[in-house]
């Protein structure tokens, strides 16, 4: 039903697509994998009429089309569900789901007939924990999703386009994901797939397109490849086993909480010890971005002690070595409109020592920062790029505890091992590290001790190398155990 | 400096237009006297800088600037002597007006655009009710020294001006404008946002202490001098390039756009045009400046690396 051939794109001169083949059938998942900056987005922003091709050709049901607009694209009944979505807030879910086309009775909006429609999709849909009227803003990031999908649906969309749909997921959301999508497939729906996340590649598509510095490398049967082929197609070599080594030795105490408590968390004990990765497991909601924060001093712990302080604002967090590389790069991590070089050296300048600029080219190639260009503003930077920056940004005031909450969440394969070795090189030299992990198999491959969270308790601790399983079942709390 | 580019350019153009119509602005007393004149606007628009690249406004240095001359002639009143002591009260009363605006900013957490504007209202009514409409006393002549010698102007324009470049260097200057770009990253990376948000609340309201100094001996004394500045001042650091909501710019382009803005009204003078559009045509900068700041050309500025093209959106 949608075929693409000889896709080309250019951006000022700099070629990001050229020569991309894309084929897909009706009720077909189709996963598009490839590393960040492989032109993924690109190829779906030119499906979506958002960027015009320089190249090739684009068929839906045989007929040419030339998208010169998004309204263009839609009328064709493509529908693109970005990352960030495009809901607002203050309205409710079906003046959403009818933004700018609202059906009209007698010179006024027809709620009735809105709301009507919108809950015959929602229940098509089987989402029954929200409806028509419910502020979009009451909602969590799973239920906007289903929003969004509805919205599609009603635009009788054939070709769904989902952008990593799972990136702001947790993990039993992701569950719900499933569904959604193979009830699309059911509806004889094309869906497109972006995602890093193998796992869901296998568990969902039917086929899998590989991009690589924006040519196709190849279209195959998803049941025809292993994960370890699909890697290797998408970085071109081997990422032999994923992870780096675990830690021979382990230092001694860098950080010891006994009782820690504040209004999200309570009876926290927990030790952060030189040379080791303790990962935290946990559902969304479950306190682990407020279980770094606290420790870090943003949002401090009101009870218990703790040692070497128990930091009242971040200020004495950093003063006691602590760092924090934030769930959310952009709204937390980084200055978007600044330099790498400023953004390096923001914690230093904040805490008032000496910044050395010398000393930024050499903290960047340690990063692994390719290219290592100190002028660039981040926002320029591809994900995996920016969090090498925010990680730089720590690593100049040399912290003893350095806390990640999810590290890798939007970055591609290659940055991800790059950050996964740097990681573990921070714990050889001493750095107490704790991993906030929604993904199991990252949780999982990098500690060497996972803690589960659970409704701000600490539920449980495992060794490494616990089955994916065994962490689930801490973190839902199921009676099993 | 790269950024400054565009206002340079626009800067050099319409002094070349001035000096075809009036071939003595080429001499150095011709341009020096040019210089003096946009002297106090430049020094607001440095402190203004200072503000808005933190992502607030400060809309009280216009009736700043006025309190400052009025209070200067009442104290003063023509003695020679009270001359100095006079001055560092100036400059006292400058940074505790600056300080207000910054603390209820910063701590009662009222948008800076309300804090300012209440405290625009609060001095034109105290002038007002102090004066009566109109001051009494007088500047001294050591006083007027300052804005009238073409000397002293520059200098204190140059004090200033490179004092605003270094600070804006130090780790004040870049805390600030991560702070305008990303006030969370900022405080999550340990700066200390209310304090460096309030320095340069502060740090605006010398500048207009200043920049009153200057125009007390340049224009005299009336309780109208500092009248519309504030805008002149926002007008000249959006011209500059600066982006009204913090987190970009830099401040040799925000003085660059003062002395565009001077020029600018110079050259209309020069070709007779009526006094009465100086606002009208300041409106207009204004808003072509913030609209060719919203259309900025993609190449300027596009990103060389190969393939990290999408991460732009």
Known sequence: MLTMTGIGKSFFGVRVLSGVDLAVVPGEVHAIVGENGAGKSTLMKILAGVHAHDEGTIEIDGRRVSFGHPLEAQRAGVAIIYQEFNLLPERTVSENVFLGREPIRRGLVDRTAMDTATARLLAELGEDSFGPRQLVKRLSVAQQQVVEIVKALSLDARIVVMDEPTAALAEHEVELLYRLVRRLQERGIAVLYISHRLREVFDLSDHVTVIKDGRLVTTVATEDVTSEDLVRLMVGRDLNGYFPPRSTSVGETRLQVTGGGNDRLHDIDLKLNAGEIVGIAGLQGSGRSELAKALFGAEPFTRGEMTPVRPRSVREGIRAGVGLVTEDRKSEGLALRQSVRDNALLVTRAMGRGARRSGVRELLERVRLTPPREEQEVRYLSGGNQQKVVLAKWMTVAPKVLLFDEPTRGVDVGAKAAIHDLMRELAEDGVAIMMISSELPELIGMSDRIVVLREGRIAGTLPAGSSEEAVMSLAAGEVSS | ?313
């Open chain 2, 1 to 313: 400096m790269k950024r400054a580019l565009p206002i340079l350019a626009v800067l050099a153009v319409l002094l070349a237009a001035i000096a075809i119509v009036n071939p003595f602005f080429l001499e150095p007393a011709g341009f020096l006297s040019f210089v003096r004149r946009a002297a106090p606007l430049v020094i607001l628009a440095a402190g203004q800088y200072l503000v808005i690249v933190s992502g607030e406004f400060d809309l009280s240095v216009g009736s700043l600037v006025t309190v400052e001359v009025v209070v200067a002639a009442r104290l003063i009143d023509g003695d020679e002597a009270a001359t100095w002591p006079v001055l560092a009260l100036l400059i006292v009363l400058g940074l505790f007006v600056g300080l207000v605006n910054g603390a209820v900013t910063t701590l009662l957490r009222v948008p800076s655009f309300i804090t300012t504007l209440g405290m625009m209202l609060v001095l034109s009514g105290a002038v007002f009710l102090w004066t009566g409409g109109a001051p009494r006393g007088a500047l001294s002549q050591a006083f007027r020294m300052f804005g009238r010698q073409t000397g002293w102007a520059v200098l204190t324009l140059v004090v200033v001006a490179v004092a605003a470049v270094l600070l804006m260097r130090a780790n004040f200057g870049r805390t600030l404008i991560a702070i305008g770009d990303n006030e969370r990253a900022a405080a999550l990376s340990g700066v200390r946002v209310t304090r460096v948000r309030l320095i340069a609340f502060t740090l605006s309201g010398v500048s207009a202490a200043v920049a009153g100094i200057l125009l007390g001996g340049f224009a005299g004394v009336s309780a109208q001098v500092g009248q519309g500045l504030e805008f002149q001042a926002i007008t000249a650091v959006v011209l500059g390039g600066v982006v009204l909501g913090g987190g970009r710019g830099t401040v040799i382009a925000a003085m660059a756009g003062a002395l565009t803005l001077e020029a600018l009204f110079t050259l209309l003078n020069l070709y007779g045009v009526s006094g009465a559009l100086k606002f009208t045509v300041q409106g207009v900068v204004l808003i072509a400046a913030v609209a060719a700041g919203a259309i900025r050309l993609p190449f300027l500025d596009a990103p060389k690396v190969k393939g990290d093209a999408h991460a732009v959106s």
